[in-house]
């Protein structure tokens, strides 16, 4: 996913905001994803954002999007345990079904 | 429930050996999936777009004659990994794409993912 870029790591105290950002490239990418991969499983779909949005916000969740930077964001509110996993920002290529995906943010979430 | 299914979910196989993958859509035709493969700690690369009733479409550095590709029905994709080597243990994953409803954030379905581990 070298079209797409986010930060590696991220350390999260419970209870506390979790920011994760992500920049992407593609201008015509109609959906932007966040999945979710915690050890050993496979890909669990959190939340998309079209891409003539702004904003989605989904209990915990909320997805910012700024397109003109090529930028988005996830906000998970009141972290758990339970968050901790790596999450994989992608874009759809070509306004199409097939996705590129960033390197991953491992979140970990400490007591 | 599981609307992709893939199978084996953990696979281990000798150097040398050959081992297939099977993804499945389960309520919906799907005339492409695609395969992702994930090194481990890394992100997904998409490998190839399986194409119902034709070649696969592979991206580039992907060896066709290594990872064989075979969509023979609408429901229906194989990845056949040939040859294992030790560096082809990594996790690999398709999707499939439910072009049967209106182009949506989330009408890409992902399979569970097989864990290939090549001794």
């Known amino acids: 996913g070298e079209d797409v870029e986010q930060s590696l790591f991220l350390s999260v105290r419970e209870g506390d905001s979790s920011v994760i950002n992500c920049t992407y490239t593609?201008?015509?990418?109609?959906?932007l994803y966040w999945y979710k991969q915690e050890p050993g499983a496979g890909l669990q779909l959190l939340t998309y954002i079209f891409s003539n949005m702004d904003m989605k916000q989904d209990q915990r969740l909320t997805v910012l999007l700024n397109k003109k930077d090529k930028h988005l964001s996830l906000r998970i509110a009141d972290t758990q345990t339970g968050d901790s996993a790596i999450y994989f920002c992608?874009?759809?290529?070509?306004?199409?079904?097939?996705?590129?995906f960033g390197a991953g943010t491992t979140v970990t979430v400490r007591a | 429930g599981a609307v992709v299914s893939q199978h084996p979910s953990w696979v281990i196989c000798k150097s040398g050996t050959s081992v297939k993958i099977e993804c499945r859509s389960l309520?919906?035709?799907?005339?492409?999936m695609f395969w992702y493969r994930q090194f481990p700690k890394q992100s997904l690369m998409l490998m190839a777009t399986?194409?119902?009733?034709?070649?696969?479409?592979?991206e580039q550095g992907v060896e066709k004659d290594k990872f064989l590709i075979n969509h023979a029905s609408l429901t229906l994709s194989t990845l056949t990994v040939t040859s294992a080597h030790p560096e082809d243990s990594s996790f690999y994953i398709c999707?499939?794409?439910?072009?049967?409803?209106?182009?949506?954030?989330?009408?890409?379905?992902f399979g569970e993912g097989s864990w290939l581990t090549v001794v």
């Open positions: 999707s499939a794409p439910n072009r049967q409803s209106r182009f949506s954030g989330n009408t890409i379905y």
């Open positions: 992608a874009e759809s290529i070509s306004n199409d079904y097939k996705l590129s």
């Open positions: 399986s194409n119902e009733g034709s070649k696969a479409t592979y």
């Open positions: 593609d201008s015509s990418s109609t959906y």
């Open positions: 309520d919906f035709q799907a005339t492409t």
